[in-house]
């Protein structure tokens, strides 16, 4: 099975903090992304990579950044907390080239910013 | 840009009876369609998918769901339900040109036993 594995499924952090959330997949997928997902929200996309050291904004990317060093593993940073940062962020990855969409997903990361 | 809609955000069933949930995507070309499902404290996984073909797909645990393009929907559909579909339902739309997965809102069904 794919396995998705986000390093932290709870944070605490105060505003102003710098945050890191990691992700590292194990099946050589290309295809990495992170979403946040809020209530009455679904999911938004905040970055997405198709390859090591590449990135592409996706929809809400304003405030975050993300790093790609390693195939397996897509960091996502919040440079300077704010509250309303406070969400559940999913880490996901798909085999596809640029394809068909079909994500995996990890347990989520829930970051409250106090 | 793209948009998908789903129009229930709670529904409440109780056991046996039969599900629809309505999903509406706004982009008129080339598409492919999820429903993802996610169990409460479980991570997000695929039900089904419709990428070409028969317009009627069929997922796992007895779920289903139709492709209409005429009506840029996707519905969600299971004849009866069981206590352990509580969950919440995605539903998601690729344009095949822009790479992007797209979700709606979601909708959050409570089986009740």
């Known amino acids: 099975d794919v396995k998705v594995t986000q390093s932290s499924r709870y944070l605490v952090k105060r505003t102003g903090e710098k945050v890191f959330l990691e992700c590292v997949q194990d099946?050589?997928?290309?295809?990495m992304f992170w979403y946040r997902q809020d209530p009455g929200l679904g999911l938004r996309l905040i970055y997405f990579?198709?390859?090591?050291?590449?990135?592409e904004k996706g929809d809400i990317p304003e405030g975050y950044s993300v790093s790609r060093e390693k195939k397996e593993r897509f960091s996502l940073i919040l440079e300077s907390a704010s509250t309303n940062q406070t969400s559940m962020y999913l880490c996901?990855?798909?085999?596809?080239?640029?394809?068909?969409?079909?994500?995996?997903f990890g347990e989520g990361s829930r970051l409250t910013v106090l | 840009a793209q948009s998908v809609s789903q129009h229930n955000h709670h529904v409440i069933l109780s056991e046996a009876a039969s599900l629809e949930l309505g999903c509406n995507y706004s982009?008129?070309?080339?598409?492919?369609l999820f429903w993802y499902v996610q169990y409460p404290g479980q991570h997000l996984q695929l039900l089904l998918k419709?990428?070409?073909?028969?317009?009627l797909v069929k997922g796992i645990k007895g779920f289903e769901a139709e492709f209409i393009k005429s009506k840029f929907s996707f519905n969600l559909r299971k004849p009866s339900v069981q206590w352990s579909d509580t969950a919440e339902y995605f539903c998601?739309?690729?344009?095949?040109?822009?790479?992007?997965?797209?979700f709606g809102t979601g909708t959050r069904l409570l089986v009740s036993p």
């Open positions: 996901a990855s798909s085999p596809d080239g640029r394809g068909t969409g079909e994500l995996f």
């Open positions: 099946m050589d997928h290309e295809n």
């Open positions: 990579s198709y390859d090591v050291k590449m990135k």
């Open positions: 982009y008129g070309g080339t598409v492919n």
């Open positions: 419709y990428f070409s073909g028969d317009p």
């Open positions: 998601a739309v690729m344009n095949t040109g822009f790479q992007k997965l797209v």
